[in-house]
């Protein structure tokens, strides 16, 4: 389908095509990098609270 795409001169289709498709992707690596920052955060509060004790 790209290559048809290409082939027809329809550029802009094919970059809007691979925006639409990459979309889900990049809300999905959000969503990972707040969770891995939300849990070294919670690491973090963890060692410092057995270093008090």
């Known amino acids: 389908m ?5 082939i027809s001169g329809a550029l802009t289709a094919l ?7 990459g979309l889900p992707f990049s809300i999905i690596i959000i969503c ?6 939300k ?5 973090y509060r963890s060692l410092n609270y057995k270093k008090e004790k």
């Open 15 to 21: 970059q809007s095509i691979s925006a639409a498709a």
């Open 2 to 6: 790209a290559i048809a795409l290409l």
């Open 39 to 43: 849990s070294i955060r919670e690491e």
């Open 32 to 37: 990972m990098c707040v969770s891995f920052f």
